[in-house]
């Protein structure tokens, strides 16, 4: 069974870090994409960040630069390095794992989250101006 749990997320000032991590089991997370995903109240899901099974990351426009994605797999973990954070980047970030994932691109931003069937439970991150 697939589990993946988020956690390291919290409150911030504008330009400030944050690192979240989620720990994933039941799973072998070499064979699958992985990928954290954000949610404001209100909009859809969208994919921030993604790293593939052959190491090729995406980033969302809005996070390029900003944000990086990581995975260990001896531990099974993807953590996301948040810098420079923006009031914008509040949200609900989750972590997800996908064995065919599918990118929908939305102009200017991320991905769509169809066809992403494994999510943990979500992690609040505050930003304050």
């Known amino acids: 069974q697939v589990q993946l749990v988020e956690s390291g997320g919290g409150s911030v000032q504008a330009g400030g870090s944050l690192r979240l991590s989620c720990a994933a089991s039941?799973?072998?997370?070499?064979?699958?994409?992985m990928a954290w995903f954000r949610q404001v109240s209100g909009k859809e899901r969208e994919g921030v960040a993604a790293i593939n099974r052959d190491g090729r990351i995406d980033y969302a426009d809005d996070v390029l630069g900003r944000f990086t994605i990581l995975k260990d797999t001896s531990k099974n973990t993807l953590y996301l390095q948040m810098n420079s954070l923006k009031p914008e980047d509040t949200a609900m970030y989750y972590c997800?794992?996908?064995?065919?994932?599918?990118?929908?691109?939305?102009?200017?931003?991320?991905?769509?989250?169809?066809?992403?069937?494994?999510w943990g439970q979500g992690i609040q991150v505050t930003v304050s101006s």
């Open positions: 997800a794992a996908e064995s065919n994932p599918i990118f929908i691109r939305v102009p200017g931003g991320g991905w769509l989250p169809r066809g992403w069937t494994n």
């Open positions: 039941g799973f072998d997370s070499s064979r699958h994409c």
